[in-house]
Nanobody, 125 residues
């Protein structure tokens, strides 16, 4: 089972990037999926989560209104559209999948059912 994140890169402040996370090895149709990020020297931060049916989303305070999470491919791919990027958004972004009853629970978990490798996002000023 693997979560493969991609789409990171270098972008100027105010620009946009779209991250993808493709799940393989099993179906994630009953799993919430989400994004986290970690900048150098900082703690891991919750970014966004989406439930298995893609009708409920939840965002961290620092990205709400700028980032959009969605999922496709029968729930096995999750996207993070990042607009109006700021230098403080610079971090390694990770995707995760959890079997939880409410997606808000994802931000509280110290460990996740599935965790992908990160993709670097760098926003220049």
């Amino acid at each position: 089972v693997q979560l493969q994140a991609s789409g990171g890169g270098l972008v100027q402040a105010g620009g946009s990037l779209r991250l993808s996370c493709a799940a393989s090895g099993r179906t994630f149709s009953n799993y919430a999926m989400g994004w986290f990020r970690q900048a150098p020297g900082k703690k891991r931060e919750f970014v966004a989560a989406i439930n298995w049916s893609a009708d409920t989303v939840y965002y961290g305070d620092s990205v709400r209104g700028r980032f959009t999470i969605d999922r496709a491919n029968a729930g096995n791919t999750v996207y993070l559209q990042m607009d109006s990027l700021k230098p403080e958004d610079t971090a390694v972004y990770y995707c995760a999948a959890d079997r939880v009853n409410t997606i808000t629970t994802m931000r509280l978990l110290l460990e996740h059912d599935y965790w992908g490798q990160g993709t670097q996002v760098t926003v220049s000023s």
